[in-house]
């Protein structure tokens, strides 16, 4: 009888505590914003905000996805090593790290260095000119992309030196701020590089949320694209149309830091090819190939298909941090003021998924990503110099903003941009020019009170 009474009290609690959730989500998609406006990630929001915030996998899979899933996100943690090994072979000769996860810490960024095993730059090259397909033209003996590690008695094509300069900002209300301004240099390469190349920086970017940038119909990201400036806003975004290896066809772009990748596929698969050195069904000849160093017999050490397509469904599903600070005045006031000094333009809140039949959590879902994809001149000031495909030095796409509140929490620091030169939200915000020089020049204006609003707003994404 007393075991009768205990179930009896957990069932009442159990379905008291669901009730309160349910009026909790039920007050939510009744409010003004007629929906639930924490759901950043739609049916793929995780409600997690400790350091596992990134690597939750979505709602809503079936039992083998599920499985897929976790051998996913087993394999982006795994450590590849050179040679014929049984699973995880392949590594090299020349690579830039042994594993996702050295780079992409905790399914986020990392550091803004170089050559250690835990670095999370690399650099992109090229030279005047364009390849086959419209894309950056590599410089022979080197490509697209500097390996600076190497197998045993295998020479790495070059090291990088990073410095900064410090540069100070003076708001009109007297406060300052101070920029870091870095300057790149290739050391010590294996050969000699040619006059007047061209280089970029590159931070791995954050993980999650991808399947559901990768499910936003074309048409969606070309209705806000205003290459010519015709509403005469001063914003005139612009789509990349890259090369598909696999598809063999020209594409939209959608990832990578100037949109040069069509889909994540093709994301994972050159991350696995020139990052690793690891060749695959999507990319099978080595990176080195036509190089000093290059192996036919490593060439040999494919990645195995199910594993690649492992952890393509690992990125594809890996959800949204929730939007947060709602009990918070400051930030709501905050999330106003983004909207008024025009951030919006370009960090486009709310956009809707396309239908996914096969992954539920991505189908047609109601998503609040803060970007919309397209290029965008940013000035001189971040300019790389480097064409890519259709982007100009200039151009950059625009960056998600979903879940970059909990950056710190989940790497422990805090690094923005393209290259990670930012510190803090501030810093990258004070970075923007070219077609954003309007809207830095607006929060600059603002009052430090107001200014401090809008910084919380964004920790709250």
């Not at 005047?128 to 590690?149: A, H, M, S, V």
């Not at 979903?402 to 790497?411: E, S």
Request: glycine residues 10%; aromatic residues 10%; negative net charge.
């Amino acid at each position: 009888m007393k075991k009768l009474w205990v179930l009896l009290v957990i069932v009442v609690l159990v379905f008291t505590f669901s009730m309160c959730h349910k009026a909790d989500n039920e007050a939510f998609e009744n409010s003004q914003y007629g929906y639930d406006p924490r759901l950043s990630g739609g049916m793929a929001t995780t409600f997690d905000n400790g350091k596992d915030a990134f690597g939750q996998g979505a709602d809503g899979l079936s039992a083998r996805q599920q499985e897929i899933f976790g051998k996913g996100d087993n394999l982006f943690s795994q450590t590849f090593v050179s040679g014929h090994a049984y699973i995880y072979g392949g590594l090299g000769p020349i690579y830039v790290n042994t594993s996702c996860g050295n780079c992409h810490h905790n399914e986020a960024k990392g550091t803004p260095t170089v050559g250690g095993s835990n670095s999370s730059l690399l650099v992109r090259l090229s030279i005047l000119g364009e390849d086959g397909f419209g894309g950056p033209l590599g410089i022979p003996g080197f490509g697209t992309q500097l390996q600076n590690r190497a197998v045993t008695n295998v020479q790495p094509e070059g090291g990088v030196s990073i410095n900064y300069k410090d540069s100070v900002v003076n708001y009109p209300d007297g406060s300052t701020i101070t920029l870091h301004i870095p300057s790149y240099a290739i050391t010590n390469p294996y050969m000699s590089l040619p006059a007047n190349y061209m280089f970029s920086a590159r931070m791995a970017p954050m993980t999650f949320g991808l399947g559901l940038l990768e499910n936003i119909p074309e048409a969606t990201i070309l209705q806000r694209a205003d290459p010519n400036d015709a509403d005469g806003d001063g914003i005139s975004g612009r789509a990349n149309y890259v090369y598909d290896p696999y598809s063999k066809k020209t594409s939209i772009g959608r990832f990578g830091w100037k949109a040069n990748v069509p889909n994540l596929l093709v994301q994972v698969a050159s991350a696995a090819q020139q990052d690793m050195g690891v060749t695959n069904y999507v990319f099978p000849q080595e990176s080195s190939y036509g190089q000093t160093q290059y192996s036919a017999a490593a060439n040999d050490d494919k990645m195995v298909d199910s594993l690649l397509n492992y952890l393509v469904f690992y990125t594809q599903t890996l959800a949204v941090p929730a939007r947060r600070g709602f009990d918070d005045s400051a930030a709501l006031q905050g999330a106003t003021i983004f909207t008024q000094i025009k951030c919006t333009s370009c960090h486009i809140e709310t956009v809707q998924t396309g239908t996914n039949v096969t992954i539920a959590p991505l189908n047609n879902q109601r998503i609040h990503p803060y970007t919309d994809l397209l290029l965008h001149d940013m000035g001189s000031a971040l300019s790389d110099n480097r064409p890519d495909y259709l982007a100009s030095g200039n151009e950059w796409r625009t960056a998600p903003l979903w879940g970059i509140g909990l950056l710190g929490i989940v790497n422990g620091s805090t690094y923005y941009l393209h290259d990670g030169r930012a510190r803090s939200a501030e810093e990258a915000i004070l970075w923007h020019g070219g077609e954003a020089a309007n809207a830095k020049s607006n929060f600059m204006n603002l009052s430090a009170q107001d200014r401090n609003k809008l910084l919380k707003f964004i920790a709250s994404l």
